[in-house]
T-cell receptor, first 120, second 103 residues
């Protein structure tokens, strides 16, 4: 069974840092782009960042550029999101997602999410 | 930057009725349009991809259509388990969602 399991969320003060992790199982991890998608409380979905299979390409939504860094360790079958200079508006559920079944970029595998709360 | 707008924001439907959800983009989205269903407390679930292809396990009452900048998700006969929030997506852009609620 394919699984993506996120961890690392929590409560942090504005300006603080947090590192999210996503561990995969049941898939050829080094064959897929991995993404982070977030959802603020009561709001819609927002793509945050993604990383190519070999880590050579990384893309970010403008609002996190320069503050967040996505990385991956294919040997550990994990992807990470290092979040710095956190803002209240970064609060929400962060999902690790991927297209592993060739659905044209649609996200067919989602983790259960990890909660991030940025508050003083 | 592509902007994707979903309408209506909230759709009130009775059990057994047809629901039609709209997704409109500021520029052509091609064929890689997807739809997701999200229920409270759960991660989104892929429903449709490639505009009109149902994901594995999705019932036949769900169908997708459209081209260019206008796309539609249709639920032919609402079942109780279909009341949820629905999002369209293309690439890294999501629409704002449509809440399908019981009338």
């Amino acid at each position: 069974e394919v699984q993506l399991v996120e961890s690392g969320g929590g409560l942090v003060q504005p300006g603080g840092s947090l590192r999210l992790s996503c561990e995969a199982s049941g898939l050829m991890f080094n064959m897929y782009w991995l993404n982070w998608v977030r959802q603020a409380p009561g709001k819609g979905l927002e793509w945050v960042a993604n990383i190519k299979e070999d880590g050579s390409e990384k893309k970010y939504v403008d609002s996190v550029e320069g503050r967040f860094t996505i990385s991956r360790d294919n040997a550990e079958m994990s992807v990470y999101l290092q979040m710095s200079s956190l803002r209240v508006e970064d609060s929400g559920t962060y999902y690790c997602v991927s297209d592993i079944w060739g659905t044209g970029g649609a996200f067919n595998v989602w983790g259960q999410g990890t909660e991030v709360s940025v508050s003083s | 930057e592509i902007v994707v707008t979903q309408s209506p924001v909230t759709l009130s439907v009775s059990l057994g009725e047809r629901a039609t959800l709209s997704c409109r983009a500021s520029q052509s989205l091609g064929r890689n349009v997807a739809w997701y269903q999200q229920k409270p407390g759960q991660a989104p679930r892929l429903l449709m991809y490639g505009v009109s292809i149902r994901a594995t396990g999705v019932p036949g009452r769900f169908s997708g259509s459209g081209s260019g900048t206008d796309f539609t998700l249709t639920i032919s006969s609402l079942q109780s388990e279909d009341f949820a929030v629905y999002y369209c997506q293309r690439g890294v852009t999501f629409g704002g969602g449509t809440i399908v609620e019981i009338q």
